[in-house]
């Protein structure tokens, strides 16, 4: 009987499995290349996030300068990524390429699963190019690429070298000129998706993308672009317009009002770690100190998709806007802006996703947090209503500590547990239920509305939060 055959890569992997005394009885069962790489592409990336998350890489590689080019040339339009980081030696750009990338991530680092170089290219484009130099002394570039209509005709996960000489000539001569990478978006059938890619229409669709981007670019590495991150100054040019920070909370604006922080301990299955709560409120239409700086600070969604919480990963902004169920969109409640930063190592808790673009807020810190942005909610509508703002309410006192807590006395910090709350500001009722029947507690409804949230389409988050919203002061604390 002929025994199947083994690939080197099998004979590979149970020679690890031997060396680390691992049983070599499974079956090694590779997904379809050419199924796989379909769904892949589809992971909910929008073309600015996928751009962002290039950056992300980018700014993990000790890059100061990123340039975006967005070149219309009909059907051959492209995209591409440029940067001044330290390149990649060739064994780690082979694995960069890897889907699921085998490397460890630094606890200030901003990438986090491995996937988003490969899937957010892929999701916007059926050719992705990786060309990088890390030998500043020598000008050698090497290049690969994916290929999806490739895999789907060998289903092979294969990716296929790339000579310089055939790179876009501005690859070559940002390569020529310093260290860095550059990714090159090739075949944009996601964002050139009309029956006419040589269009005028496309072409406007194309340069549309790229203004959206600039000020997605702007918001979501604000901190870094304002040198406010330690160590990690950042530049950004999209089709050679300097990018400029875009401030959430409007702080030059002398009539904004911040109010006081608060910093939370939560245990975590990495460890312990802070989250950071800093409430704002932005001053009325009147009291700015001109017209253009109110428009300006509306935000690329206006004012009222704008509110709420700001949360950052590692000081880059993952979400911007809404208030993650707590809450339901309201006009008057429009100038209430909540910043919330997170270490890297609560990224479970937070429920990160690969586009990063969304997070949920940890049902240990929901409540906590809740009681303490009432103040900000509360001075955000007197501020709307009556156009000046008055003296900001106390924020409310700590919650008492449990006996035998675990916290440490020398931390100024809250250890978050489960202390008796008071019953939050609640939206207009919903409804009474039916009597005898079980209430729902507060913790089932934080574990659906996370499902439901991290399942929805961007378009859809605003109204599932508002229904969260609705259906809080309905559970059972």
């Given at each position: 009987?002929?025994e ?5 890569t ?5 020679k ?10 499974g079956?090694l ?6 199924r796989m790489?379909r ?16 950056i ?15 070149e ?6 492209y995209v591409?990524i ?5 390149g990649m ?8 390429l890897?889907f ?5 991530y ?18 916007q ?9 890390w ?13 999806v ?12 070298s ?5 790179l ?78 875009w ?16 910093t ?23 009291l ?33 806007g ?43 810190i ?28 106390p924020?409310p ?6 006996p ?12 978050l ?26 913790s ?17 988050i ?16």
């Amino acid at each position: 009987m002929q025994e199947p055959s083994v690939t080197a890569t099998e004979k590979g992997i149970h020679k690890k499995d031997r060396e680390h005394g691992l049983s070599t009885n499974g079956m090694l069962l590779v997904p379809s290349a050419k199924r796989m790489v379909r769904s892949l592409r589809d992971m909910g990336y929008e073309f600015a996030a996928a751009v962002a998350d290039l950056i992300d890489n980018s700014v993990a590689a000790k890059a100061n300068t990123v340039r975006v080019n967005v070149e219309w040339e009909g059907s051959k339009s492209y995209v591409l990524i440029a940067d001044n980081g330290e390149g990649m030696r060739p064994e780690v750009l082979q694995e960069a390429l890897r889907f699921g990338t085998e490397r460890d991530y630094d606890e200030g680092d901003l990438g986090k699963f491995g996937l988003g170089l490969k899937t957010a290219s892929l999701s916007q484009c059926l050719r992705v190019t990786v060309a990088t130099r890390w030998n500043p002394a020598r000008a050698d570039i090497m290049a690969y690429c994916w290929d999806v209509e490739h895999i789907e005709a060998t289903n092979r996960w294969e990716v296929l070298s790339v000579k310089a000489a055939d790179l876009p000539s501005a690859a070559r001569l940002h390569l020529k000129e310093t260290p860095g990478t550059v990714v090159i978006w090739e075949r944009l059938d996601r964002l050139l998706g009309f029956k006419f890619p040589e269009g005028e229409s496309a072409r406007k669709h194309l340069l549309g993308m790229a203004r959206e981007l600039e000020q997605h670019a702007a918001m979501v590495f604000h901190r870094f672009l304002a040198s406010e991150v330690r160590g990690k100054r950042l530049a950004i040019y999209v089709n050679d317009n300097r990018v400029e920070a875009w401030d959430p909370f409007a702080r030059k604006e002398t009539k904004t009002q911040k109010l006081e922080p608060k910093t939370f301990r939560v245990e975590g299955e990495k460890g312990k770690g802070d989250v950071i709560i800093e409430p704002y409120v932005l001053p009325s239409q009147a009291l700015f100190s001109t017209p253009e700086a109110f428009n300006r600070a509306s935000g690329p969604r206006k004012w009222n998709a704008q509110q709420g919480f700001y949360i950052y990963r590692a000081d880059r902004l993952i979400q911007s806007g809404g208030w993650c169920g707590l809450r339901a969109t309201d006009e008057h409640r429009k100038l209430a802006r909540i910043a919330i930063s997170f270490n890297p190592k609560l990224d479970d808790e937070f429920k990160i996703n690969v586009p990063k673009m969304r997070v949920l807020l940890p049902p240990a810190i929901r409540d906590d947090v809740e009681k303490w942005i009432k103040p900000a909610v509360k001075l955000a509508e007197e501020v709307y209503r009556h156009g000046k703002p008055k003296s900001p309410p106390p924020p409310p006192p700590p919650p008492p500590q449990q006996p035998g807590g675990d916290t440490d006395p020398d931390d100024d910090v809250t250890l978050l547990g489960d202390e008796d709350q008071d019953p939050p500001v609640s939206p207009p009722p919903s409804p009474p239920r039916p009597s005898g029947k079980r209430k729902a507690t507060r913790s089932e409804l934080d574990v659906v509305a996370g499902l439901l949230i991290q399942v929805a389409l961007p378009e859809e988050i605003e109204a599932l939060e508002n229904a969260i919203a609705r259906a809080r002061p309905l559970t059972e604390t």
